[in-house]
């Protein structure tokens, strides 16, 4: 069981906000998540990983196919309180779900 989470490259954020918008990701796709998956997931460690997503429209299809999956899923829009334009979307985070279905989605996207 793992967790994917994606991070757009093609926006200008800084290191604190990439880290802010990925935790964002992440906590909504757990709350997503059945009891039992998240159970499995955090017995084996809450594994996650980073891959950057190469604009909007990477996330958007990725959540869309996520959701034909059955997998929880978050996609982020930012506020825009601080660095970018309110509604920004900024990360994506798929999971916790079975290594092998988060693999079939993100196996070719390059680590962060």
Same mark, same amino acid.
């Given at each position: 069981m793992?967790?994917a989470i &994606?991070? =757009?490259?093609?926006?200008r954020? *800084?290191?604190?906000k990439?880290?802010?918008? /990925?935790c964002?990701? *992440?906590? +909504? #796709?757990? %709350?997503n /998540?059945?009891?039992? *998956? ?5 017995? $084996?460690g809450s594994?996650?990983i980073?891959?950057? /997503? =190469? +604009? ?6 990725l959540? #869309?196919?996520? =959701?034909?999956? $059955?997998?929880?899923?978050? %996609?982020v #829009?930012?506020? +825009?309180?601080?660095? &970018?334009e309110?509604?920004?979307?900024? /990360?994506?985070?798929? +999971?916790? $779900? ?7 989605l993100? $196996? *070719?996207?390059?680590?962060?």
């Amino acid at each position: 069981m793992k967790q994917a989470i &994606l991070i =757009r490259t093609d926006v200008r954020m *800084s290191v604190g906000k990439k880290t802010v918008q /990925a935790c964002h990701a *992440s906590v +909504g #796709a757990v %709350l997503n /998540a059945d009891k039992k *998956s998240l159970w499995v997931w955090e017995e $084996g460690g809450s594994k996650k990983i980073m891959l950057e /997503a =190469r +604009g909007e429209n990477v996330l958007k299809d990725l959540q #869309a196919k996520a =959701r034909k999956m $059955g997998l929880p899923c978050f %996609l982020v #829009a930012d506020a +825009g309180l601080t660095e &970018l334009e309110p509604g920004t979307t900024t /990360a994506l985070a798929i +999971g916790p $779900g079975d290594d092998k279905k988060i693999d079939k989605l993100t $196996g *070719s996207i390059k680590l962060l």
